[in-house]
């Protein structure tokens, strides 16, 4: 049985940081691992992807804030998320993708940043 677990998430004030970790389980040849995130009234949003040689992808957004990375040997993601704003409060979710390009997603966690 596949499964993302996601730790990290909480409130912080604006200008501060968090580290949100995504640990998978069940899973053989991970192509790639990131994040989405989902604002109230907006849809799903890709934030930052890493795949499995190491290349990233980040969202315009966060891209000079945010930094993606992987342990490989531990099938864990991690997002560290510097100078939030509060228009980075999202339900963040884990995402992983294996070699048959089968998407799986983490249950979410909450981040928000208080003005």
């Known amino acids: 049985q596949v499964q993302l677990v996601e730790s990290g998430g909480g409130l912080v004030q604006a200008g501060g940081s968090l580290r949100l970790s995504c640990a998978a389980s069940?899973?053989?040849?991970?192509?790639?691992m990131g994040w989405y995130r989902q604002a109230p009234g907006k849809q799903r949003e890709l934030v930052a992807m890493?795949?499995?040689?190491?290349?990233?992808n980040y969202a315009d957004s966060v891209q000079g804030r945010f930094t993606v990375s992987r342990d490989n040997a531990k099938n864990t993601v991690y997002l560290q998320m510097n100078s939030l704003k509060p228009e980075d409060i999202a339900v963040y979710y884990c995402?992983?993708?294996?070699?048959?390009?089968?998407?799986?997603w983490g249950q979410g966690t909450q981040v928000t940043v208080s003005s």
């Open positions: 069940g899973l053989i040849s991970i192509r790639a």
């Open positions: 890493q795949n499995y040689g190491g290349s990233t």
């Open positions: 995402y992983a993708e294996d070699r048959l390009r089968i998407a799986y």
